[in-house]
């Protein structure tokens, strides 16, 4: 395990997707000597909870870009981040849901994808079921789909690109906590780890859920609440195999499927706050029986699987589910760097307008972000 330096050309703080994705960015394109401080280890966080759904667009452009250059990433990732390592991307397909009230949200956010270089196409309610025959699709008006998307493994992915930041320079230090950005006047300097200080030019607040807590001594107040989400393992019964990933804002939900035969399945809102260092991290049994009743809708033949239980993740989430943009202040301040790590609800009506998440994306933004009015709030 590394020590400590003294000094470095850029820090970053925190070992999630995003802490990991920069290191291995910033030391390909040789930025000088990088340190990634992770108080815990790689994918420690919400990271490893992900359900790191890979697609291509969104409601806003930006997402839409950055989104399709990260799911080609993930389709080319020996070429792109190159070592030994393997994110798990699994090309399973994605489909989106509308109903009635939100189809034609999603076709203008599909065409307007389009536009910008997405591949996506819109499908009727026929065609999603001569794709996937166990749908039932009463009650959907226009589906979007993604035959490259799918989903990856998020310990695996974080992981992959730590080390290969590693193997290009970068040092990783884990199982060491960040007390605080240091700051002289206007600039910041360095950071302060369990009472050693290291000298920096540049610091990226990459510590999620964390993040605010060093933020708030300079005088950068942020919402960053952190919400408990479940996701429900349920077993596909014999005959029903591997699905595409499913996000359904006509019951706001999504999933995917698992290794084997399971497949994940959660709401998209939740609003339990709970204390991101001690919370109940397995699924509610009240849960676990509504995503049954859910995921049987969608899929009748469900009604003959079986439930495996669930766990808990959190989403550090802001006012209106945005990434946190930099703010006016602070030289070299870097305000947190979490906008894509796992699936997420927007703030928005039905599958949200652009929504935030979670990064540039390695895995989906939010499942809202596809199926409503592409207005930001």
């Known amino acids: 395990m590394a020590d400590l330096p003294r000094t470095a050309d850029c820090v970053i703080i925190g070992g999630g997707v995003h802490g990991a994705s920069l290191a291995f960015h910033l030391a390909r394109k040789k930025a000088g000597r990088v340190v990634l401080i992770e108080k815990k280890f790689i994918a420690s966080g919400p990271t490893g909870r992900s359900t790191a759904l890979v697609r291509r667009f969104y409601a806003m452009d930006f997402f839409t870009r950055t989104a399709s250059a990260a799911a080609e990433m993930f389709r080319h990732w020996k070429d792109v981040v190159g070592g030994d390592g393997d994110p798990g991307f699994q090309q399973v397909g ?206 009748p033949v469900m009604e003959h699987g079986l439930a495996m239980g669930g766990y808990s993740g959190l989403y550090d989430a802001t006012l209106d589910h945005h990434p946190v943009r930099p703010l006016e202040g602070l030289r070299h301040h870097a305000v947190p760097l979490d906008a894509l790590r796992r699936e997420r609800p927007g703030a928005e009506r039905a599958l949200g307008g652009a929504a935030a998440s979670q990064a540039p994306p390695l895995t989906g933004l939010s499942c809202r972000a596809s199926c409503a009015g592409d207005r930001a709030i």
């Open 94 to 299: 994605m489909l989106a849901l509308a109903g009635p009230e939100n189809a034609p949200h999603l076709r203008h956010n599909a065409m307007q994808a389009q536009k910008v270089g997405a591949r996506v196409k819109l499908i009727s309610p026929a065609e999603v079921k001569a794709l996937v025959p166990a749908a039932n699709v009463d009650d959907v008006a226009l589906a979007s789909y993604e035959a490259e998307s799918g989903y990856a493994d998020p310990s695996s992915t974080a992981n992959a690109l730590a080390n290969r930041a590693r193997e290009l320079g970068a040092t990783l230090v884990q199982y060491r906590s960040v007390d605080a950005i240091r700051t002289a006047g206007q600039k910041v300097i360095g950071v302060r780890s369990e009472g050693v200080d290291l000298d920096a030019p540049v610091v990226v607040n990459c510590a999620g859920l964390w993040a605010d807590r060093l933020l708030r001594p300079l005088g950068v107040e942020i919402s960053i609440k952190p919400e408990r989400h479940q996701m429900c393992f349920f077993r596909r019964p014999a005959g029903f195999g591997v699905h595409p990933a499913v996000a359904d804002s006509v019951q706001m939900t999504y999933m995917r499927p698992e290794h084997g035969d399971l497949t994940i399945h959660g709401k998209l809102v939740y609003d339990e706050i709970v204390d991101p260092d001690s919370y109940n991290e397995g699924a509610d049994p009240d849960q676990i029986v509504k995503n049954a009743e859910l995921i049987a809708h969608r899929f």
